[in-house]
T-cell receptor, first 115, second 113 residues
Framework: DVKVTQSSRYLVKRTGEKVFLECVQD?????MFWYRQDPGLGLRLIYF???????EKGDIPEGYSVSREKKERFSLILESASTNQTSMYLC??????????????FGSGTRLTVV | AQSVTQLGSHVSVSEGALVLLRCNYS??????LFWYVQYPNQGLQLLLK??????LVKGINGFEAEFKKSETSFHLTKPSAHMSDAAEYFC???????????FGAGTRLTVKP
């Protein structure tokens, strides 16, 4: 069964800490995404990557950065965590197919609390 | 550009009753449409997808959705609700580019015994 694995289900961090959220996929997908999910706002795209060492800003990149050194791994970095970054973070991946689009495969999510 | 609107942030039905979750989309190109389900503290799981084949799409757990171009809708239905259907449901639209998926705000389904 194909998988997107997020390393932590729950995290509690202090304001000002540097936080790393890790995501690994075993499907050889080219594209990977980081979303945050907040009640009433649905999913909002933070960053995505369509290849190793490539990254593109999504709708809400402020306060975040990403790293993709290997195809299977996409890391989200909170340079200096703040309380307004308390949220559920979802990683997803997809692959390129000239014939159709299959959608995204999601990880189980990381619920981050910044205190 | 694509966008999606889910009508109703909360829907409550009785066990055994019809489930209807509404989704309307906007897309400048022929759309790909998806429904995802999210159980508490979990990620999103694909229920079903429309990719320009049959307009009536059947998914997992007895759900189905019908693509209606004239109404720009992709409503999700299930004839008989089960307690295990209680979850949050997200509609999503894409133009087929791998980075243009847009999600609705979600509809929380409650199933009463």
């Amino acid at each position: 069964d194909v998988k997107v694995t997020q390393s932590s289900r729950y995290l509690v961090k202090r304001t000002g800490e540097k936080v790393f959220l890790e995501c690994v996929q075993d499907m050889d997908h080219e594209n990977m995404f980081w979303y945050r999910q907040d009640p009433g706002l649905g999913l909002r795209l933070i960053y995505f990557s369509y290849d190793v060492k490539m990254k593109e800003k999504g709708d809400i990149p402020e306060g975040y950065s990403v790293s993709r050194e290997k195809k299977e791994r996409f890391s989200l970095i909170l340079e200096s965590a703040s309380t307004n970054q308390t949220s559920m973070y979802l990683c997803a991946s997809s692959f390129v197919d000239a014939r159709t689009f299959y959608g995204y495969t999601f990880g189980s999510g990381t619920r981050l609390t910044v205190v | 550009a694509q966008s999606v609107t889910q009508l109703g942030s909360h829907v409550s039905v009785s066990e055994g009753a019809l489930v209807l979750l509404r989704c309307n989309y906007s897309s400048s190109v022929p759309p790909y449409l998806f429904w995802y389900v999210q159980y508490p503290n979990q990620g999103l799981q694909l229920l079903l997808k429309y990719t320009s084949a049959a307009t009536l799409v059947k998914g997992i757990n007895g759900f189905e959705a019908e693509f209606k171009k004239s109404e720009t809708s992709f409503h999700l239905t299930k004839p008989s609700a089960h307690m295990s259907d209680a979850a949050e449901y997200f509609c999503a639209v894409s133009g087929g580019n791998n980075n243009d998926m847009r999600f609705g705000a979600g509809t929380r389904l409650t199933v009463k015994p």
